[in-house]
């Protein structure tokens, strides 16, 4: 991820390695910036993002941790380049077209929800070391088990694969062969603009998670 700083405007680049995060920023799309509504807090202020969580969810969409600017906004995926709010909103998941400020809609409107395996505040997301990830599943899986959701999808492979060693085929995104609290687990390439290289596998992963969750509802 980039992050700019407030008072020089100068990109600070950080590149994540191994297919995780890599390529060069994506344009900002109005869906992914942050509202004008919400002032910008000092970091000092920051502890974390709160999970966007219900019970009984169809879906919830699991981030390695909060980014910096997310945070100091208070909305996930917030940062212009990030292409998950421009993703959801042209997928059969959602209705409508939805920006960073409709996250905490998404698990009574559409029954979705938003969390982190780890919930530390990073601005380098490269800095969280799998042991870090390691410590905070057994959290993780209790958020998980309370919202019991049907499904799960990793925004991003590194906190699946540090789980689920060897589980998941190099550079393959969709549904894996292990579950989580009950929920099929999927995985997609991060929406994170410096991902940009892989974002033309993600509309094929949430559309086939639209056809489950669709295919299970009409047999129910």
Not at 188 to 213: C, D, F, K, N, W
């Amino acid at each position: 991820m980039y992050l700019v700083d407030a008072t020089t405007g100068a990109k600070l680049v950080n590149e994540y390695r191994d297919g995780y995060q890599a390529g060069g920023t994506a344009p900002p799309h109005p869906a992914a910036a942050a509202p004008d509504s919400a002032p910008e807090r000092p970091l000092a202020s920051v502890e974390t993002l709160p999970d966007r969580l219900g019970s009984g969810l169809a879906l919830v969409f699991v981030g390695l941790n909060p980014a910096e600017y997310s945070a100091r906004v208070g909305h996930y995926y917030s940062k212009p380049g990030n292409v998950f709010w421009r993703m959801l909103s042209a997928s059969s998941l959602v209705s409508r077209d939805l920006g960073c400020e409709d996250d905490h809609r998404l698990p009574a409107e559409f029954g979705i929800g938003l969390t982190d395996v780890v919930k530390r505040v990073a601005t380098d997301s490269t800095k969280v070391r799998p042991a870090e990830i390691r410590a905070a599943r057994p959290d993780f899986e209790r958020r998980i088990a309370a919202a019991s959701p049907r499904m799960l999808c990793f925004n991003g492979a590194k906190p699946f694969d540090t789980m689920f060693r060897g589980v998941r085929p190099r550079n393959t995104w969709g549904r894996q062969s292990v579950k989580i609290a009950g929920a099929s687990v999927w995985v997609m390439p991060s929406t994170s603009g410096l991902a940009s290289g892989y974002h033309e596998h993600i509309p094929r992963v949430l559309e086939q998670m639209a056809q489950e969750l669709e295919a299970r509802r009409a047999a129910s």
